[in-house]
Structures are given as structure tokens and as C-alpha cells.
């Protein structure tokens, strides 16, 4: 799915879910996090763009140095500020100022679209419309991934042989007759009867494939709220 933005996206997710001011980034604590969804991204067999091998290996650089007393800073050609975040904090910002202008266009062209050159017919609303839910990135949908993932991490070690037949094609039916059209589960809920860690990736990637094939919808009440999976109803 070509749904990653790059690296300065996934650093930004991370910023906005700790809701921290990005020139107050922890460098120690937004390096974990992002190693850790390169951990699920590996887990997941997503081939990533070499940019985010690279950012990985800035990350823990400018982690080493902040570790660093001044007195012992590596030299740099360049570098006139003391604080080796700054550069990385730059780049987001002009990131973040491409990405807001973006968005915003993306709006005005939404709004756009409704206008029409003559009044249309009058549309009944049905009372119990779905209700405007925030957007879901892909990065929500991974770190639901990895919360799922937590509950095998204690149990996987006690040798417990399991069968795991699951196919992602297997995967994709089983979804299909669990929420029927028009219906909505939990995202959690979809992993419940999960018996391992490889029955919860297979399920995960029937998820994304669903939603690429425009059967499977993501919703949000709030931002780091309960994820809701909407079947599209047929047409």
C-alpha cells in the first residue's frame, strides 16, 4: 500500500501523539517509539524506502550525542548550535509547513467539489448517519497493531504448539463474514480470538488489504481513541 509519507511523517505522528511542541522533543523518547515501529514494520514484511533506514541511523546518532558532555561533542564542519536536535527540528518544521498547506488545499478542494452550477434535489438525511469521526494514518492503525501484539508477549515463550493455518486470503473471508455490509466491529474486537502472534499479522494484513480494495473504512471517535473497522455497505 503506498500509504507512507516518509520518515518526517512518521516522526511528526509521534510528536502530535505524545502532544509535545516539536521544539520540545525528546529525542530518547522519539527514537524508542520509532524503532519500535520499524520493529512492526519488519514484523509486517513492508519493504521501507531507504529514507527511513537513514532517519533511523540520524535518530540514534543525534541520541549518542545528546548522551554526550559538551566538552566531548564530536567536531562538525557546520554545526554553530550546541543542541544537535536543531537540524532535525528544522526539517520538521519546514515538513509540517508543505504538509498544514497540503491539507489545506486538500479541504478546498473537497469544498469545492459540492458546489454545483444548479440547486440539486433535496437529500434526506437518515437520523442515524454515521458520525464525523477524525481520520485514522496508518500509524494508528500500527500502534493498535502493536497494543494487540503486547497480550502474546508474556505467553509466547511457554511452548505452546498452534496451529496456524491462517491464510490472508482464509483471513479475508473469515472478516467478510464477521462484519456484515454496512456493519462495524472494534479494531481490538477482530483480534479476540486470535490463538498467536502470526494469526494476529495475518489478520492485520487481511485488515489493510480490505481497506485497499475499498471494503473496510476506518474510524476514530478521537485522537488515540478506539479504533472502529465499517464494512462498506454494497452498491
Do not use: C, M
Given at each position: 500500500m503506498e500509504i507512507f509519507e516518509g520518515p518526517l511523517d512518521l516522526l511528526l505522528f509521534l510528536i502530535k501523539k505524545d502532544e509535545v511542541d516539536i521544539y520540545d522533543i525528546s529525542i530518547d523518547r522519539i527514537t524508542t517509539q520509532y524503532l519500535a515501529y520499524m520493529d512492526a514494520f519488519k514484523l509486517l514484511n513492508i519493504s521501507l524506502a531507504g529514507e527511513f533506514i537513514v532517519m533511523a541511523s540520524n535518530l540514534i546518532y543525534i541520541k549518542s550525542r545528546s548522551?554526550?558532555?559538551?566538552?566531548?561533542?564530536?567536531?562538525?564542519?557546520?554545526?554553530?548550535?550546541?543542541?544537535?536536535?536543531?537540524?532535525?527540528?528544522?526539517?520538521?518544521?519546514?515538513?509540517?509547513?508543505?504538509?498544514?498547506?497540503?491539507?489545506?488545499?486538500?479541504?478546498?478542494?473537497?469544498?469545492?467539489?459540492?458546489?454545483?452550477?444548479?440547486?440539486?434535489?433535496?437529500?434526506?438525511?437518515?437520523?442515524?448517519?454515521?458520525?464525523?469521526?477524525?481520520?485514522?494514518?496508518?500509524?494508528?492503525?500500527?500502534?493498535?497493531?502493536?497494543?494487540?501484539?503486547?497480550?502474546f508477549e508474556e505467553t509466547e515463550d511457554l511452548g505452546e504448539i498452534i496451529d496456524d493455518r491462517w491464510t490472508v486470503s482464509e483471513k479475508i473471508e473469515h472478516l467478510l463474514e464477521l462484519?456484515?455490509?454496512?456493519?462495524?466491529?472494534?479494531?481490538?474486537?477482530?483480534?479476540?480470538?486470535?490463538?498467536?502472534k502470526g494469526e494476529v499479522i495475518v489478520t492485520f494484513l487481511a485488515v489493510l488489504e480490505l481497506m485497499k480494495m475499498n471494503q473496510f473504512r476506518v474510524r476514530q471517535d478521537a485522537i488515540l481513541g478506539d479504533i472502529e473497522i465499517h464494512r462498506v455497505e454494497n452498491t
Open positions: 548522551l554526550l558532555p559538551k566538552h566531548q561533542q564530536p567536531p562538525e564542519e557546520d554545526a554553530e548550535e550546541e543542541d544537535p536536535r536543531w537540524d532535525l527540528i528544522r526539517q520538521l518544521i519546514e515538513y509540517k509547513k508543505f504538509k498544514d498547506a497540503a491539507e489545506f488545499l486538500q479541504r478546498r478542494e473537497q469544498e469545492q467539489s459540492d458546489f454545483f452550477g444548479h440547486l440539486p434535489e433535496e437529500i434526506e438525511r437518515d437520523e442515524e448517519e454515521t458520525r464525523p469521526l477524525a481520520d485514522v494514518s496508518i500509524f494508528d492503525l500500527i500502534r493498535a497493531f502493536q497494543n494487540v501484539l503486547k497480550r462484519i456484515p455490509p454496512g456493519g462495524s466491529l472494534l479494531f481490538s474486537l477482530i483480534f479476540e480470538q486470535a490463538n498467536s
